[in-house]
């Protein structure tokens, strides 16, 4: 457990210096696409070093137990729910930022870097892909699997989603959703027993928000 905290460490880092490269010089609303296209490619550095954090992570911290799944619920049926779940999760991250702007008197917001590049190859990697494969193999396995050897599997469920989204602390408005939207993702690993569901909803949540940007 201590070195998935070491690790986890290094990722709110590489967080902040998220942060800071999604806002520093891109205020304009209507930013050139070569300066998009830099801080893309900039985004897109650090999340290789995450990439490059968790190799690390999976090589230190080692195999971890393989837990039986949660409950006896049959995978088609899982799956099929899991999949038409996301719509109603982007729904709820949609409110909850719309909630967020009203009360703090906030200007609706949009995505320059989308804005001025459009959805490339590129920004599919750094925006759904990257995520959906490197946050969920250091979250929801290495960190889960490793809190459910120390304490109960719910538990283990919340507290590795309290830490997906303080990871995000580069984002600190979207914060409280991420920790919201790790739960599920959280309970897609241990009810299949398996990395592909949780990495496909985090796929597609990402996806889906990405297209209505």
Not at 17 to 36: I, M, N, Q, Y
Not at 169 to 186: D, E, F, N, T, Y
């Amino acid at each position: 457990m201590a070195k998935v905290m070491v690790f986890f460490g290094l990722f709110l880092l590489t967080s902040v210096v998220f942060g800071a490269l999604t806002s520093f010089g891109l205020r304009d609303e209507t930013p050139t696409l070569a300066t998009a296209t830099r801080q893309l490619h900039l985004i897109f550095g650090v999340e290789m070093l995450d990439a490059a954090l968790v190799g690390a992570a999976l090589v230190v911290v080692g195999r971890r137990r393989r837990w039986p799944p949660l409950g006896n619920f049959p995978p088609a049926l899982l799956w099929v729910a899991s999949v038409a779940g996301v719509f109603a999760l982007v729904a709820v991250n949609g409110m909850y930022h719309d909630a967020l702007r009203r009360y703090l008197s906030l200007e609706p917001t949009h995505d320059v870097i989308v804005a001025a590049t459009g959805i490339t190859p590129l920004v599919v990697i750094a925006y759904c892909l990257q995520p959906a494969i490197v946050e969920e193999l250091f979250f929801r396995y290495l960190t889960l699997d490793t809190l459910r050897g120390v304490m109960p599997v719910h538990q283990a469920v919340f507290i590795s989603s309290l830490m997906f989204g303080i990871a995000h602390i580069g984002v600190q408005l979207s914060v409280p959703m991420l920790i919201l939207v790790g739960v599920p993702l959280g309970y897609a690993r241990v009810m299949s027993g398996s990395m592909a569901l949780p990495m496909l909803i985090h796929f597609l949540h990402n996806a889906i928000i990405l297209v209505l940007e």
